[in-house]
């Protein structure tokens, strides 16, 4: 493959990576103007969740079929998705109408996220690999930093709408470069893949079934769709040992760098995205500053994550992936050691080291773990294995919210109630939401109460940053073999 196609694909790539990553960030500040626009205050939270939702569920089955089918024509299926959901969004005029489509526009974004990383592991060595992956987990950390901004410029410049709309002709830019650029190997004639159609399905159900549950924790229907996810999920475990071509390689769970890379990205996912969605929160229901300020909070972390990884992967043929796994694991749990000292008297800074030092821990290990499991893996199972890592990540931060939000709930109303103030005198609801918009208005002992309770929460966050930094010691010492080359195409040559 020559220099100049493999610039394109990586371009091509990025781009979509961004896109893709972005949205679960960018929306965030234009949900004020729509939900004032459509209506449809109840189901402000939904906007977020269905994104999740759908994305979380189809990746491993993206994963999978490009496996089958080939990296490039499933790209352009999610793509093409992508750009369908981000058309309706902007095209909605109720809210029930844009829930539907961040439901279609996630199923796109659930390809377009572990394809990324896929094609990067066909197409480089191992070599160029510890470069190149850094690079992409930079894109996703400036997406995070770049998505609320953008979202504030064009809903105060231009209108809402383009906040979706935005996508759309960077998608086209980006599928004319992969399509241009990407050439794969074609299956061999009158060879058709089995499709573990029954894997594909009892896994959506599962999966979709968890996570709703989980957002409705507590209630009569939480229960029962915790319930049928349980069932569904045992009846998969069963399919999958007899499936000809598994949507879910259970094969591979057998090999122990794999075990332990998606049991940790299900602990350090829940840590990171479940402690992180709570932060701005701190910020501003205890120490009274502004949105802005609170979103700034998050930064360091962000760009010690992406300054972290490029690092990282750079040096993970000169140290080996385990030193940095575990060396990153431990900066990791010093930073939530720190975060789960908060109180009333915590300042602004002091959050923002504690998230710098977790950023850092995340830059070194998840980049390593990707990179070391795309190395070893047979070629057939690359797109499973690799969204598999993405899939536990994503499933632990789900979990982390639900979990984290009830014990906040449960630990302010029992603290309010010891110092003598009615649960219901407290915007709960405002405090716990997306917006936080009583915040501002806080007594002085309900901004005690709202600082303990989240106290118990970032100390719950701690003891799982431990138990990812104990499964990280589990990470065997077999060193990943370099001279590893892509295929298809194992050779880049100028053009």
Known sequence: MTRRRVVLITLGVMMSLFMASME??????????????????QSYSWVFAIYMLTSTTVGPIFGKLSDLYGRRPLYMVAI?????????????????????????????????LPLAFIIVGDIFTLEQRTKVQ?????????SSILGPLIGGFLVDRVAWQWVFWINLPAAVVAAGLVWMAWRGVPRPAGV???????????????????????????????????????????????????????????????????????????????????GMSYVPLFVQGVLGTSATQAGT????????????????????LKVGYRTLIITGMVTFV?????????????????????????????????????????SSVNKPDLGSATAMLQFSRTIG???????????????????????????????????IGEG?????????????????????????????????LLVALLTPRTEIQSSSQPDPEPAITAD
Do not use: K
């Open 24 to 41: 679960s960030t960018v929306i965030a500040t234009a949900m004020p103007t729509i939900v004032s626009e459509l209506g449809g205050i």
């Open 80 to 112: 093409a998705v992508f750009m369908l959901g981000s058309l309706l969004c902007g095209l909605a005029t109720s809210m029930s109408q844009l829930i539907a489509a961040r439901a279609i526009q996630g199923v796109g974004a659930g390809g377009l």
């Open 134 to 142: 850094g690079l992409f987990s930079g894109v996703w950390g400036v």
């Open 192 to 274: 058709r893949p089995a499709i573990d159609y029954a894997g594909a399905i009892l896994l959506s159900i599962g999966v979709a079934s968890l996570l709703l549950g989980l957002n409705e924790l507590g209630s009569l229907q939480s229960n029962g769709l915790l319930l049928l996810a349980v069932a569904t999920l045992t009846a998969l475990f069963l399919v999958e040992r007899r499936a000809e071509a598994p949507i879910l390689p259970l094969h591979l769970f057998r090999w122990r760098l794999f075990a332990v890379a998606c049991v940790h990205g299900v602990f350090a996912g829940w840590v990171l995205f479940g």
């Open 297 to 316: 909070t998050l930064t360091p972390m962000l760009l010690s994550w992406v300054l972290s990884s490029i690092v990282a992967s750079r040096l993970l």
């Open 334 to 374: 010093i930073g939530a050691g720190l975060m789960a000292r908060v109180s009333p008297t915590t300042t602004q800074l002091e959050i923002m080291v504690a998230l710098s030092l977790m950023g850092l821990g995340m830059g070194a290990s998840i980049p390593s773990f990707l990179i070391a499991v795309q």
């Open 397 to 431: 931060g789900t979990f982390g919210v639900a979990v984290l939000g009830a014990i906040l709930a449960s630990q302010l109303t029992a603290i309010l109630l010891s110092y003598g103030l009615s649960p219901d005198s407290v915007p709960l609801d405002a405090l």
């Open 436 to 468: 936080a918009t009583g915040a501002a208005e806080l007594s002085a002992q309900a901004r005690d109460a709202l600082a303990l309770a989240m106290r118990a929460m970032f100390q719950t966050t701690f003891v799982v940053a431990v138990l990812a």
